[in-house]
C-alpha cells in the first residue's frame, strides 16, 4: 500500500503540474504538515529529479505570509507545491512566486486522506471545462444573487470584474491554483454587496459546522462579526466580502475542510478579507471561506444553479 499511494498521487501532479525531470520542485510544509509532506515528497520525487522541501513553523493564521527566507525560495523554484496547515494562497509571497515564473500549487490544510481520494482523483479536463464555463459567466455579468435553504439571501454588483477558473491545470509558468481543484469564482465590487449568509458546510479555521452559521452582510462588510470568528477577523478590511465562488468538482466531498468542500459539484462559497490576487482591492491578513449546500444562484437574473445542480445559459 506505501509503494501504490505515491504512484497514484505522482500521476495526479503530472496531469495537473506537468513536472519534468529537469526542473527544479520546491515542496513547502509547516510542521504540521508531516504525513502529508511524506507522501508528497515520494510522489514529486517520481517526476523531478531536484525536489527540494522547507519546512517552517505553522502559520498563525491563512494569508499569513511566510519568512523571508521561503519567500525567496519560492520565486526561485520552477513549480512550488504549498502543503501547509495555513493558506498561502493570498499571499505576496505566493503572487510574486507566480510573477517569477514558478507554477504553485496550493494545498492549505490537505490531509492524508484528501491527498488519495475525492476531488484529487477528478478527470481535470472535465473540471477545467467547468471551471472555465463558470467564469465565463461570471466574467459576462453584472449582479450575482444567492438563495439557499438556511436563510441565504445575498446579492453583490461583480460588474467588470474578471470571473477566474480554479482548473487544476497549472502547467504553464506563472500559473496558479489549489489542489484538489475545481471552481469558478470573482471578487465582487467592495462595498457592494448585501443580505443575509447561512453557511451550513464549513468555514475556514472553524472545519465543519454542525449549525448554520448565519451572518448578515451591509454595504459590502460583516455587519457583525460572530463569536465563532472573531478572533480570525479582526481588521475591518479582514471583514469585507473578498470572493463569491461556485464548485466545480464532481469527485469532490464535503469533509468539513474548506479545502475540499469549496470544490464540490453543488456548492458555493463567500470569503471575507483579502482579494488583491485575483482581481480585487482589498489587502487584509486573511482570506477565510464559507461554504453553503445546495443553492439557487442567478447571474443577471439568469439561473446558474437551482438546488445546487448548475444551469448554464
Known amino acids: 500500500m506505501v509503494q501504490i499511494l505515491p504512484m497514484r498521487l505522482s500521476q495526479v501532479l503530472m496531469q495537473t503540474l506537468g513536472i519534468k525531470r529537469e526542473e527544479q520542485v520546491l515542496l513547502v510544509t509547516d510542521t504540521a504538515m508531516l504525513g502529508q509532506a511524506s507522501m508528497l515528497r515520494e510522489a514529486l520525487r517520481e517526476l523531478s529529479s531536484e525536489v527540494v522541501e522547507v519546512r517552517m513553523s505553522p502559520r498563525r493564521m491563512h494569508g499569513e505570509e511566510p519568512p523571508a527566507c521561503v519567500a525567496a525560495a519560492m520565486g526561485a523554484a520552477d513549480v512550488v507545491v504549498a502543503a501547509t496547515s495555513r493558506s498561502l494562497s493570498h499571499t505576496s509571497a505566493r503572487r510574486r512566486a507566480c510573477e517569477a515564473g ?48 438556511g436563510g441565504t439571501k445575498f446579492e453583490a454588483d461583480i460588474s467588470g470584474r474578471e470571473g477566474q477558473a480554479d482548473t487544476g491545470m497549472i502547467r504553464r509558468p506563472g500559473d496558479f491554483g489549489n489542489l484538489p481543484a475545481g471552481e469558478g469564482f470573482i471578487a465582487p465590487v467592495e462595498g ?78 463567500v470569503a471575507f478579507g483579502d482579494n488583491h490576487t485575483f482581481g480585487g482591492r482589498i489587502e487584509a491578513e486573511v482570506h477565510l471561506d464559507g461554504v453553503i449546500s445546495s443553492p439557487d444562484v442567478w447571474v443577471d437574473g439568469h439561473r446558474l444553479m437551482e438546488g445546487g445542480r448548475l444551469c448554464f445559459p
Open 102 to 149: 514558478a507554477r504553485v500549487a496550493s494545498m492549505p490544510g490537505i490531509t492524508e486522506e484528501m491527498l488519495t481520494s475525492g476531488g484529487m482523483l477528478a478527470d481535470y479536463e472535465e473540471v477545467r471545462e467547468l471551471a472555465e464555463r463558470v467564469a465565463e459567466v461570471l466574467t459576462g455579468g453584472r449582479r450575482i444573487r444567492i438563495e439557499a435553504p
Open 192 to 269: 457592494r454587496s448585501h443580505g443575509v449568509l447561512a453557511f451550513d458546510c464549513s468555514f475556514s479555521g472553524v472545519g465543519r459546522l454542525e449549525e448554520p452559521l448565519v451572518v448578515e452582510v451591509e454595504d459590502g462588510r460583516l455587519k457583525e462579526v460572530p463569536e465563532e470568528l472573531s478572533g480570525m477577523l479582526v481588521s475591518e478590511a479582514s471583514r469585507m466580502v473578498a470572493e463569491v465562488g461556485i464548485g466545480t468538482n464532481p469527485c469532490a466531498v464535503l469533509r468539513g475542510n474548506v479545502l475540499e468542500d469549496e470544490k464540490v459539484l453543488g456548492t458555493v462559497h
